[in-house]
């Protein structure tokens, strides 16, 4: 009994008989089942649409950073020489597609006469593709354009950037972290801008458990673009067997190859 002399229901929900519960009261949202359908179709088609220009690119080497450095900023061109020394070593750049970092990298890898990929997300701002690219994707969906800057690499490079850049960055770190991918080699370029963000990782984040300190050993801090370029060469090498090889396009299935020799490495599929 209660304190109002009522008998009061004492057992669990798992002894409750399944057909005595009470339906759930809850918010209703905004979206009708017609248009989750709709949205699941339409990330299927990008999906599907990235899988197929993407699928000749080669291995890759993944940049991220901000879109907002102009060309006379010094990791702008930071970024453009890590561009270079990354094509030097037979990989393919990849990028989001647009200005700043971005941009820098391909424009590295172009001028350096290597391959030069951009997935680009339609934003309302900032976002518009660059002039150095070989391939582009256009994406809706920043989900699927995270998938397949990530599904084709096998190395990234985080330069200076905003949320956008932190994003990608803590991704690839929890995919690796957790082994959800295999242990890609990650480095942090332009230690001036992230000595902050390691010395809280450091400080705060080990002295509290919530990572532990061979976590930090997940990526390496480098302002030389030669030894960047280097160090993921070596370690995807190492770790992925990569060799070179001819592959083309099959003419039956309407694709084409990004150039002759556009097939060269292993590639990693899905």
């Known amino acids: 009994m209660d304190r109002d002399g009522v008998q009061s229901d004492q057992r669990t929900a798992a002894e409750v008989p399944w057909n005595t519960v009470r339906p759930q009261k809850?918010?209703?949202?905004p979206q009708s089942r017609w248009r989750e359908l709709v949205m699941l179709v339409r990330a299927f088609t990008e999906m599907l649409r990235g899988f197929r220009h993407l699928h000749f690119v080669g291995p890759c080497i993944t940049v991220f950073g901000s879109a907002r450095f102009p060309e006379s900023h010094r990791y702008y061109q930071l970024a453009r020489q890590i561009g270079a020394a990354i094509v030097a070593e037979g990989?393919?750049?990849?990028?989001?597609?647009?200005?700043?970092?971005?941009?820098?990298a391909n424009r590295g890898a172009r001028e350096a006469g290597g391959r030069s990929v951009g997935c680009n997300i339609r934003l309302p701002f900032e976002q518009q593709p660059n002039r150095?690219?070989?391939?582009?994707?256009?994406?809706?969906?920043?989900?699927?354009?995270?998938l397949m800057l990530a599904k084709y690499s096998y190395?990234?490079?985080?330069?200076?950037?905003?949320?956008?850049?932190?994003?990608?960055?803590?991704?690839i770190l929890t995919l690796v972290q957790t082994r959800k991918v295999e242990e890609f080699p990650i480095v942090l370029a332009g230690s001036e801008y992230w000595n902050p963000l390691l010395g809280y990782l450091r400080e705060v984040m080990v002295s509290e458990g919530t990572i532990s300190a061979t976590d930090l050993q997940l990526f390496q801090v480098s302002d030389d673009p030669v030894?960047?370029?280097?160090?993921?060469?070596?370690?995807?090498?190492?770790?992925?067997?990569?060799?070179?090889?001819?592959?083309?396009a099959r003419w039956w299935l309407?694709?084409?190859?990004?150039?002759?020799?556009?097939g060269r490495g292993a590639n990693k599929g899905g």
């Open 155 to 171: 190395g990234f490079v985080a330069l200076p950037g905003g949320f956008g850049t932190i994003d990608e960055l803590f991704e």
């Open 227 to 248: 030894e960047i370029a280097a160090v993921l060469s070596r370690t995807a090498k190492a770790q992925f067997g990569l060799r070179e090889q001819v592959s083309g």
């Open 91 to 104: 990989f393919t750049v990849m990028t989001g597609g647009g200005p700043g970092i971005m941009e820098a």
């Open 132 to 146: 150095w690219l070989d391939v582009f994707v256009d994406f809706r969906y920043f989900f699927i354009r995270k």
């Open 26 to 29: 809850f918010l209703r949202g």
């Open 254 to 262: 309407f694709e084409h190859s990004l150039s002759a020799d556009s």
